[in-house]
């Protein structure tokens, strides 16, 4: 299974994005799909996550701006980035873990660059 992000880029301050992220095939089994960033210098942070119950986390910093969904027919993860600061500059991943028949798989997709510049 391969995962490919997309929807990055250059934005100004205030802007939105919408980052994609496609699995090659179904994947059964999945526990939690999550996005992380890691900025220039910084360590990876986890974003937003989302279970397979509907649960969802959101990293403090984008509370109330950024937006994880999924859609199980396109086997696709979202994250929806609104009023996005410079601050949100970085490498954005995505990320599904799974397990089934007691196999764990934790899969990443390489990252896409979010830049927020005026």
């Known amino acids: 299974v391969q995962l490919q992000a997309s929807g990055g880029g250059l934005v100004q301050p205030g802007g939105s994005l919408r980052l994609s992220c496609v699995a090659s095939?179904?994947?059964?089994?999945?526990?939690?799909m999550g996005w992380y960033r890691q900025a220039p210098g910084k360590q990876r942070e986890l974003v937003a996550s989302?279970?397979?119950?509907?649960?969802?986390y959101y990293a403090d910093a984008v509370k109330g701006r950024f937006t994880i969904s999924r859609d199980n027919a396109k086997n696709t993860v979202y994250l929806q980035m609104n009023s996005l600061k410079p601050e949100d500059t970085a490498v954005y991943s995505c990320?599904?873990?799974?397990?089934?028949?007691?196999?764990?798989?934790?899969?990443w997709g390489r990252g896409t660059q979010v830049t927020v510049s005026s």
């Open positions: 990320n599904i873990n799974a397990e089934w028949r007691r196999i764990k798989n934790n899969y």
């Open positions: 989302l279970t397979s119950g509907g649960s969802t």
């Open positions: 095939e179904s994947i059964r089994g999945i526990d939690a």
